[in-house]
C-alpha cells in the first residue's frame, strides 16, 4: 500500500517538475529497495511490511531534523531549509502522529496490559507499543514516559 503511494507520488512530482518532491521520493525508493534486499538474504521474499517503512520514514524524519539542525548551528540556513522540505515530503506518508495525551494514555494502557512493574519490563512495554502504533508515535517520547513510570 505505502510503496505504491510512494511510487504514484514520485510519478507525479517528476510530472509536475518538483525538484525536491522527486528527488525525496527516490530516496525513499531506494532506502526501501535496500531494505527489501536485506529482508530477501534473511528468507522474506516478500520484501519489508508496511509497518517497516514507516519506521523507515521515521527514521529519516529524524535525520532530517538533525541534519537542519546542524546546519542552522553551522549558519547555512538554505541547506536547513531543504532538509525541512524534504521532511514535509516525508510526512505526507505517515499516518497522523499521536498527541502528547494520546502517547500518555497509550503507555498508561501498555503498562497496564503487560502487568509492567519495575525498569526491566521496558522492553516489553515499547515491544507492544511499537507493534500497536508504528509510524503513529514518537517513540523517544513514549520510551521516557514509560521509563518514568516504571522507576
Do not use: W
Amino acid at each position: 500500500m505505502l510503496r505504491e503511494q510512494i511510487s504514484a507520488a514520485l510519478k507525479t512530482s517528476i510530472k509536475s517538475k518538483e525538484a525536491c518532491a522527486t528527488a525525496t521520493l527516490r530516496l525513499i525508493s531506494a532506502a526501501i529497495k535496500d531494505r527489501d534486499i536485506a529482508a530477501r538474504d534473511k528468507g522474506n521474499q516478500d520484501g519489508i511490511s508496511d509497518e517497516e517503512i514507516l519506521s523507515l520514514l521515521q527514521s529519516m524524519i529524524k535525520q532530517r531534523h538533525e541534519s537542519a539542525d546542524v546546519y542552522e548551528k553551522g549558519d547555512r540556513q538554505d541547506l536547513a531549509d531543504r532538509e525541512r522540505e524534504e521532511i514535509a515530503v516525508i510526512e505526507r506518508f505517515l499516518p497522523a502522529q499521536m498527541s502528547a495525551d494520546e502517547i500518555v494514555e497509550a503507555v498508561e494502557t501498555v503498562i497496564k496490559d503487560t502487568g509492567a512493574d519495575c525498569i526491566k519490563d521496558m522492553g516489553k512495554c515499547m515491544g507492544a507499543l511499537k507493534q500497536k502504533y508504528a509510524g503513529r508515535m514518537d517513540f523517544s517520547k513514549a520510551s521516557a514516559l514509560v521509563k518514568d513510570k516504571l522507576c
